[in-house]
């Protein structure tokens, strides 16, 4: 089985993975707090499991780092060259608090860089999915896979579109706005939780996702497979590629979504860079 083809296998299974999820969904699901207190469900560990089996069958040979079974030491990762890289339930806090916006992540990462990324909704049964050789769609169910591309300017009479959290901000990235303010005029605010907001990015119906709060490798990485297949790019706040490689903390370094052509990235960089 060839790349292309194991990730559309990935997207049954993150759908199905979805489907383990939805039973817990607006049902006064118990919350248990891990040991960095951010919570946990057992809608979590029902798709943790429904993903673990599901990649053990379609690829044995590949190991998998999932939030829910990342205690792995980082001797044993770093003899990895190709692993699957996961967030069985993305938005946990959203999910918890009854909104539709959580999703499953499911990338596959070689040498450090995505492979490809699929990032399912279980409450609407979307899915997108993508990598940089192969494109990226967003599927709806009962619809044929559409094709989706990052837009390199918002369209004539609409504002420029920032992704932010709905939970997560710090002073840095308000700075940081303020600057883009100032390089490609008014902002307009897109709040959406978990990897959603790389998707609003992806499919065009926004232009930029700063992050400059904490994020773990397992949120970002199947949305970034999706951004890059769609022609945007992740880099860190100075330009550099943005790469997951083996070490000691799952914790990510800042850094930018946006699409790789488009005509305000320099001096946005460069902004970032001086700030």
């Known amino acids: 089985m060839n790349d292309q083809q194991l990730m559309h296998e990935v997207v049954k299974l993150a759908v199905q993975a979805g489907e383990a999820i939805l039973p817990f969904w607006q049902s006064d699901v118990a919350v248990t707090a891990k040991a960095d207190d951010s919570p946990v469900t057992a809608a979590d560990l029902a798709a943790h499991r429904v993903i673990a089996d599901g990649l053990a069958a379609l690829a044995p040979h590949i190991p998998v780092l999932s939030e829910e079974d990342c205690n792995i030491p980082l001797t044993e990762r770093q003899g990895w060259t190709r692993w699957w890289l996961v967030d069985p339930l993305d938005g946990t806090k959203e999910f918890i608090a009854g909104s539709e916006e959580f999703t499953v992540n499911i990338a596959l990462i070689e040498e450090g860089e ?12 979307r899915c997108y999915f993508g990598g940089r050789q192969f494109g990226a769609w967003r599927a709806d169910p009962g619809a044929d896979p559409l094709s989706i591309r990052v837009r390199n ?123």
């Open 114 to 125: 995505v492979v490809f990324g699929v990032v399912a909704m279980p409450t609407n049964g």
């Open 153 to 275: 300017t918002p369209p004539a009479g609409s504002r420029f579109t920032v992704v932010a959290s709905r939970r997560h901000s710090s002073p840095q990235q308000e700075a940081l706005l303020a600057g883009l303010g100032g390089t490609v005029g008014e902002l307009e605010l897109a709040n959406i939780g978990s990897s959603l907001k790389f998707c609003l990015l992806a499919e065009g119906s926004a232009d930029c996702y700063p992050r400059l709060a904490p994020t773990s490798q397992w949120d970002t990485a199947a949305a970034q497979g999706v951004v890059e297949g769609a022609g945007g790019e992740v880099i860190e706040v100075d330009g550099q590629p943005f790469r997951y490689p083996a070490r000691e903390s799952l914790l990510n370094p800042f850094f930018l979504a946006l699409p790789a052509a488009a005509s305000w990235r320099e001096a946005f960089i460069e902004h970032c860079v001086k700030r």
